[in-house]
Structures are given as structure tokens and as C-alpha cells.
């Protein structure tokens, strides 16, 4: 394992990383699990929702890597056609279609030696799934429109915001693709999931645009917090620093008041704590406590505290089900942290599910 000089243990694993920010258990998970992937030539992949900082991870498992002194390609896969995707990736040979009056370098051989960022995995066609799993077999691919097979060494870290199995279970994505990316998965909790990090994310986004903006908000308005503290952030840690940047902008003096929050962090507008993912789980509350109700007693004096314990129970273990007993991803969805989570596990019993 990768070791800053000075720091030995598990403090050298869950200590923070420079470019990310949160000092909370959800973050210091991903830093001790990118500090230990680091180390090694394995392919990682990042899963989290949009905003969540995969690509930050992705730059910090690089450079702190033996690459680390190598080149880092990010290409964004959800940008491009698959034909244009293909020649980025690959490359191609003057003449191999119209407009390709040039030979052209693609993004893996750019990245020989370092390390190959592949953002939004989940966007990429069956055809270019094969080629891209014959890279990380083989190491080796034809740049389009030619026959020479060129030869890399390239560490693949590939990024999703969906869930690449259940993309799998749509036949989306290729299954031997999946298990060739997912030697080492990283879970990017959502900022709902670890909002004691928001002050700290707040002040480092206040230095950053006021001295971009030469201003000077430097004290938050108790209310402004308050609103920041229960919102649920769909965006995650990029839309706070979006709102920053707005409120930093628009500020009239020194302090970040609440009349400087976008409508729906006010409550001006619906939605501005509607809980994320439910779906199908929360159908399944309603009908566990239609149940309990229809099953109550006349003297039920415990009906409330029965009933939230027995939704509780369920909605957990239907989770943990659903992200194959992964604790910190069920965490994540369920929006709290894992801490959290292992106290409800001991709580109803479900301490044997796989973490």
C-alpha cells in the first residue's frame, strides 16, 4: 500500500486525499479503498451518482500509483457516437472514412505507461464493448481502418452513474466486460449521504470563488446553513459548488444569506427534500404499514413504533439485497452512512448479511 511520508497503518489508508474534500466515515471508506487500489495494476471502477467527484478518485488512484508519473486520459463516453468514439479511443488511418485526412494517435496509446479514464462506461454500444474487452484481456487493438495490431500497457479506470448490473440484467452492457472492470469497485456516496462534509465543502468552495471573483463572503446566515443542512442535493457535490459560485456572485456584502439559495433549496418550490431513489421500496413501506394497521389491535399502544421497526427492518434488507450485500452502497442509497447503517443491521438482527 501507498504511504505519505510520516503516516503508517490504517491512518495512511483513511487519510484525506489532496482534491478531495470530507472527513466523514462515508469518505474515509473511499479514501482508504483508493489508497489501496493504488497500489496495485488492477482496473477499477467508480460507481456513483453524477456529481459525486469519480473522476477526482479516478486522478487520485493514478497519481498515487506507480503511473503516477505517466500520462492521464480521461475520455467522456457518453459524448460521442460510436464512430467517433471508436476513432477517439482507437485511433485510425488516414482514408479510413470520410473526413480522416490524417493518421491519428487515439486516447490508449496516448495513455501508454499511465493510466486511461473512461467516464460514463454505461454509454458505450455492444460493438465497442467488444473491442474495449479485448484491450483489457489482450492489450492489444488495430486503429480503425487499419490491420497492424499495436500493443499497450494501460491501466483502465472506467466510471458509471447507473448500476452496470442491472444494465447487465437488460442485456445493455456485456457480462465478461463488467467482471473484466469491476476487479475493484469504488462506491461514490451521495452528498446526502454524508452531509456532515457539507461545511467543509462550503468553506473550500467560498475560498476558491472569492478569490476568483475578488469578494469577500466569509460568514454564513444561520437560516442559509440550515437550508443547506436538509436539502437533498440531486446533484451532488457539483451542484453545491454551482450554488456557491451563485451565491458568491450575488452577494452584497460579506455574508451568504438565504435570499441568495435557488428557490427550491428555500422551499419555495416542491422538491426541495424529496428523498432520492425509491421506487419499488417505497411501495413496499406503504403496503408494511397498511398491513400493521390492518392488524392492530384496539389497545395497540406500540402500533407506531411496531410498524416504523418493521418498514425500518425491511426497507434495509431489501436494499443490502438489491446492491448484493455491499454495505456502503446500500448505505448510500439508503442515504445515511455506513455507521449508521451497521447500528440498524444490529438493531434488527441482520448482522450476517455480507458487508
Known sequence: MLRSPGQSGDDATASPIRGLIGTGPAMQEVYAMTRKVAASNASVLLVGETGTGKELVAKAVHQLSPRGSGPFVRVNCGALSESLLES???????????????NR?????????GTIFLDEINSTTQKLQVKLLRVLQEREF???GDTETIRVDTRVIAASNRELLDEV????????????????????????ARREDIPLLVSHFLEIY???????????????????????????????????????VMASGDELTLDL???????????????????????????????GMTTAGPEDENLFERIVNRVERELISQMLAACQGVQLKAAARLGINRNTLRKKLHEHGLEEAES
Request: aromatic content about 10%; proline content about 6%.
Open 88 to 102: 477517439e479511443l482507437f485511433g485510425h488511418v488516414r482514408g479510413s472514412f470520410t473526413g480522416a485526412v490524417a
Open 105 to 113: 494517435t487515439g486516447r490508449f496509446e496516448a495513455a501508454h505507461t
Open 142 to 144: 488495430e486503429r480503425v
Open 169 to 192: 440484467a437488460r442485456e445493455n452492457f456485456r457480462e465478461d466486460l463488467y467482471y473484466r472492470l469491476n476487479v475493484v469497485p469504488i462506491y461514490l456516496p451521495p452528498l446526502r
Open 210 to 248: 472569492n478569490e476568483a471573483n475578488d469578494r469577500y463572503v466569509v460568514h454564513i446566515q444561520k437560516e442559509a446553513f440550515a437550508a443547506m443542512a436538509k436539502y437533498h442535493w440531486p446533484g451532488n457535490v457539483r451542484e453545491l459548488q454551482n450554488v456557491v459560485e451563485r451565491c458568491v
Open 261 to 291: 439559495l435557488p428557490a427550491v433549496m428555500r422551499g419555495d418550490r416542491p422538491g426541495a427534500t424529496m428523498p432520492g431513489r425509491g421506487g419499488d421500496l417505497d411501495s413496499l413501506a406503504r403496503d408494511l404499514v397498511e398491513q
